[in-house]
């Protein structure tokens, strides 16, 4: 791939063929977590093959590839109840290389009693949508994100650190922080979830688990959350 090819798509979608399934997003989506495999390819570090029609040709199961998609868009795992090829889901996230949903589809582990010294900090990050009904797209009305957790060190850091943010920042109480973005403000939320999830990754937590609600609280609305549990292994202070 060419450099120049690389700034003219910048504003442009790109197209790909994932084993004959055409899907269509942004550059600045696949290049998401740049350290993934997409993220090389359209950097330009890997070599690129198109199809005859100009696609980006990558030779992987395609009808999985949605979920991959919708991943790099959101950050967040959403699959049917009846979804039964996770297996199948887990090979290709680790053929993307991308670590966060690497870590979503992680085998479940056995929870192990902790040695008497240790114990365990829980961070709870929970993203709460309500759409429009009616509307064609549906369209976000409100969102809200809210971090939960008795570490107190970790929200302090966060109200200190993400004062881009601030105006959307609620009254904070004893163990959250959450932050509230109107219909104009979708794509902030996005951004700040993306860097919520990395900022407490790098605090050492890692992803116990995730899961999806959807809610019906009005006739007009509907009502959606993901949630994100973290976990990390803490020694006991000497008495």
């Not at 395609?62 to 199948?88: A, H, M, Q, V």
């Not at 008497?116 to 409100?142: F, G, H, M, Q, W």
């Not at 109200?159 to 902030?188: A, E, I, L």
Request: some cysteine; glycine content about 6%.
């Amino acid at each position: 791939m060419e450099n120049g090819d690389l700034g003219h798509m910048m504003g442009e979608p790109v197209s790909l063929n994932v084993g004959g399934c055409v899907y269509s997003t942004s550059l600045s989506t696949l290049k998401r977590y740049p350290d993934s495999m997409l993220g090389a390819i359209f950097r330009g570090d890997l070599p690129t093959v198109k199809d005859s029609r100009g696609n980006y040709f990558i030779d992987r199961d395609g009808p999985l590839f949605r979920y991959i998609l919708n991943f790099l868009r959101s950050s967040e795992l959403t699959l049917p109840c009846d979804f039964k090829e996770t297996e199948l889901l887990r090979k290709e996230a680790d053929f993307y290389q991308i670590e966060p949903l690497i870590q979503c589809l992680g085998d479940p582990k056995p929870l192990l009693p902790y040695p008497t010294d240790t114990y365990e900090e829980v961070v709870e990050l929970s993203s709460t949508r309500k759409l429009s009904k009616y509307s064609n797209p549906v369209a976000v009305i409100i969102t809200q994100l809210t971090i939960t957790t008795k570490v107190h060190a970790v929200l302090e850091s966060i109200s200190s650190s993400f004062t881009r943010w601030n105006k959307h920042m609620m009254d904070t109480r004893d163990y959250q922080v959450s932050f509230t973005f109107g219909p104009c403000d979708y794509q902030q939320e996005v951004s700040l979830r993306v860097h919520l999830l990395e900022f407490i990754s790098k605090a050492g937590f890692t992803i116990r688990n995730t899961r999806v609600l959807h809610m019906s609280e009005r006739a007009n609305e509907n009502t959606v959350e993901h949630h994100w549990t973290f976990c990390r292994r803490v020694h006991k202070a000497a008495d």
